[in-house]
């Protein structure tokens, strides 16, 4: 699995809120938790509430910044624009992978 193109794809459907093709990069049963909402959110149904709300309601684009893969996890360092107070923050995401799809994914502000 090429890691670096899978990740390219995946912000780009994200900044495109094509949200089927973005929900396919997560495996059916994958699991998101984001402390900065304060919740977890679960496979498809979840995941798509989450990217509804706080992706195309905010109009938010990510920006990769870079990549760090340590065993099984993959480590991104973000940059989020959008119509939230600010316009601009960054953040990182915490990936596992099942299936060459996301299976668990740690997504945080910083």
Same mark, same amino acid.
Not at 64 to 70: Q, R, V
């Given at each position: 699995?090429?890691?670096?193109?899978?990740?390219?794809?995946?912000?780009?459907?994200?900044?495109?809120?094509?949200?089927?093709? #973005?929900?396919? &990069?997560?495996?059916?049963?994958? =699991?998101?938790?984001?402390?900065? @909402?304060?919740?977890?959110?679960? +496979?498809?149904?979840?995941?798509?509430?989450?990217?509804?709300?706080?992706?195309?309601? #905010?109009?938010? &684009?990510?920006?990769?910044?870079? =990549?760090?893969?340590?065993?099984? @996890?993959?480590?991104?360092?973000? +940059?989020?624009?959008?119509?939230?107070?600010?316009?601009?923050?960054?953040?990182?995401?915490?990936?596992?992978?099942?299936?060459?799809?996301?299976?668990?994914?740690?997504?945080?502000?910083?």
């Amino acid at each position: 699995m090429d890691i670096q193109k899978f990740i390219e794809e995946w912000i780009d459907k994200s900044n495109a809120f094509e949200v089927e093709q #973005y929900l396919d &990069k997560y495996h059916e049963n994958a =699991i998101l938790d984001d402390p900065s @909402v304060g919740r977890s959110f679960k +496979e498809h149904k979840g995941i798509r509430e989450y990217f509804e709300s706080y992706f195309i309601g #905010y109009n938010t &684009k990510t920006r990769l910044i870079s =990549i760090t893969i340590k065993g099984d @996890v993959t480590h991104l360092e973000v +940059e989020f624009t959008g119509d939230f107070p600010g316009g601009k923050t960054g953040g990182t995401f915490d990936i596992t992978f099942a299936d060459e799809k996301i299976a668990h994914i740690k997504a945080d502000l910083i």
